[in-house]
């Protein structure tokens, strides 16, 4: 049955006013989600004494997950607005936390590292929205890597061992590209399935902004020169 819904939505794709507003919507928020960041990450470059160390970096750093730990599990009590502030409030603390990590970059290397991940986030998401494959059998081997280099990443904390946070950066780029392409072919099925809602876009939008995100940063700190 789902098979059937997404063949027919692809012979629809090209004449479906609605999922191309739907789309544009989600593209929108994600957009405006990453100049956000964008701007308080270059706030954050400008002020090296909230990467200095003690309580306010922890707050720096650990504020994006809150926001987010927010949106999952509450999102029902927020009105539509409530929820466009969330994600505003969720990208402005991404930026400050982002600028830890672009602080130490070249701008020539953030530069090149953005332009390499719109490359590779656009392919994907084109494929992914294209395509005829079925891609639901890709999500719990992605949420399985996923988990697995986080815990790697935690680990490496320790550890510091510079060939686990390569190998680890590489994975990100992966999982994160297919996550891409599997997000975009899923918010497709929600749009033909269950129709359209603010929640399915502003959510969406989340989803790919953080894909982005993820692919950004491993691109970065895989072949970004340090100052």
């Known amino acids: 049955m789902k098979t059937s819904i997404r063949q027919s939505a692809i ?39 909230l990467y200095a160390g003690g309580a306010l970096t922890w707050i720096v750093v650990l504020s994006p997950l809150a926001f987010i730990l927010a949106l999952s599990f509450a999102h029902q009590h927020f009105s539509n607005t409530g929820l ?83 190998v680890v950066n590489v994975l990100a780029v992966l999982i994160f590209t297919g996550l891409t392409a599997y997000d975009m072919q899923r918010l497709k099925d929600l749009y033909y399935q269950e129709g359209d809602s603010f929640k399915t876009r502003l959510f969406g939008a989340l989803s790919l902004y953080l894909n982005f995100l993820n692919i950004f940063v491993s691109i970065l700190q895989l072949f970004g020169k340090r100052d």
């Open 11 to 49: 012979g629809n794709t090209s004449i479906d006013l609605g999922l191309r507003s739907h789309f544009n919507d989600i593209f929108s928020m994600m957009t405006t989600a990453m100049l956000i960041s964008a701007v308080f990450a270059y706030i954050g470059m400008k002020m090296p004494i």
């Open 84 to 166: 466009v502030v969330m994600l505003s409030a969720f990208s402005a603390a991404q930026g400050l936390s982002l600028g830890a990590i672009l602080f130490v970059f070249t701008a020539h290397s953030i530069v090149s590292a953005f332009l390499i991940s719109t490359i590779l986030f656009a392919t994907f998401a084109l494929f992914g929205y294209t395509t005829r494959r079925d891609l639901s059998s890709m999500g719990t081997f992605l949420l399985v890597g996923l988990i697995g280099i986080i815990i790697a990443s935690i680990a490496n904390i320790w550890l510091g061992m510079g060939i686990i946070s390569f």
